[in-house]
């Protein structure tokens, strides 16, 4: 029989455990474990920069640049890491990692237009590039709360194209 104890690790200054009776808030050493949580959304933008001429907005974005917008369906890519709990055997619970995403982006930018109606992309190019780094602020906080780490955002805007942030 082996000793619990020796796969016990501190897991922050709070909490610690010293019997053999695993209780809430101990953890695994050395487990780490990637979740990733897809979710869906369809919305509008243009990249289009006022203080340019129409003819270079649209040698530099191309259809991207149409004076009456265009849309994507996106696909949107969350993954956390962190430490197993052992009494739950979860990293996060999936019904509060999906909440976190709905409440927080998809219910923001879901049918919307990027440009005009979000507010963690106001004064940003709508570029995918830009939303997925802004995707990643917003949600950082919120998975640290939750005593997890955001690990990547990976944003599909088409089937072939997609942005993938570390939060580097």
Excluded at 2 to 13: A, F
Excluded at 92 to 103: A, S, V
Excluded at 111 to 118: G, S
Aim: one cysteine or more; charged letters at 25%.
């Amino acid at each position: 029989m082996y000793n619990i104890n020796q796969y016990l690790r501190k897991c922050d200054g709070n909490h610690f455990v010293e019997s053999d009776i695993l209780v809430a808030n101990t953890y695994l050493c050395g487990i780490m474990v990637y979740i990733t949580r897809r979710e869906r959304f369809c919305a509008a933008h243009k990249l289009y920069r006022e203080d340019w001429s129409i003819e270079k907005n649209e040698n530099v974005f191309g259809n991207c640049s149409n004076v009456n917008w265009h849309g994507h369906n996106y696909d949107l890519f969350v993954t956390v890491k962190g430490d197993v709990n052992p009494i739950t055997g979860f990293l996060i619970d999936l019904k509060l990692m999906k909440t976190i995403i709905l409440e927080n982006i998809v219910n923001k930018v879901d049918h919307k237009n990027i440009n005009l109606d979000v507010d963690f992309m106001k004064d940003k190019m709508a570029s995918t590039e830009n939303i997925a780094i802004a995707i990643f602020e917003v949600l950082k906080p919120l998975f640290e709360e939750q005593k997890v780490q955001l690990h990547s955002i990976r944003l599909h805007e088409t089937e072939n194209n997609y942005v993938e942030y570390f939060g580097d």
